[in-house]
């Protein structure tokens, strides 16, 4: 008895330590009064997978939403849902969804949807028109540094 209850303790602990590491956090941060505040929503409420189907930033409705690595997704259409559904990885915005500029300088802040950019097959959001010219100047200098610090910034939040 002793040797199955031992078993299903260690079950149950790799099992919660294998969702923590999974879980990384999604950019929910909505612009507050007293400063940043989340909503619990993922990247704004927008459309993550518009991007990729119509070329441009679309706000989700909560009509077509899912939850994912503790955030609520929002989408324009059922369409859209179901790419994300069925692919997640594919369509989620680097870095949490965290401005990818904001990331390579060492912080996480909020985005703005109108600033992005797919790089092979991946995209990246900004904070602001600013930023998006920033970081149109090194893209790739900016991911390499931004794919180094992210995990230290997520450990340190």
């Known amino acids: 008895m002793k040797k199955y209850v031992k078993l299903v303790v260690a079950t ?47 706000e989700g409705s909560d009509k077509f939403s899912t939850e994912w690595m503790g955030a609520t997704w929002k989408f324009a259409s059922q369409e859209n849902l179901d790419l994300f559904t069925a692919n997640p990885e594919k369509y989620a915005p680097q870095y949490g969804g965290y401005c990818a500029y904001g990331v390579a300088q060492g912080a996480l802040v909020k985005i703005e949807l109108e600033n992005w950019s797919i790089i092979d097959d991946k995209l990246y959001l900004n904070y602001n028109d600013g930023v998006q010219g920033k970081w149109d100047k090194d893209v790739p200098g900016f991911i390499e540094t931004a794919d180094k610090l992210f995990d230290k910034l997520l450990a340190d939040k």
Do not use: C, H, M
């Open 12 to 58: 149950v602990f790799f099992s919660l330590a294998s969702i923590a590491q999974a879980a990384e956090p999604i950019n929910t941060l909505e612009g507050g009064l007293l400063g940043y505040k989340s909503s619990g929503v993922a990247i704004r409420g927008g459309d993550t997978v518009a991007y990729w189907t119509e070329g441009k930033p679309r």
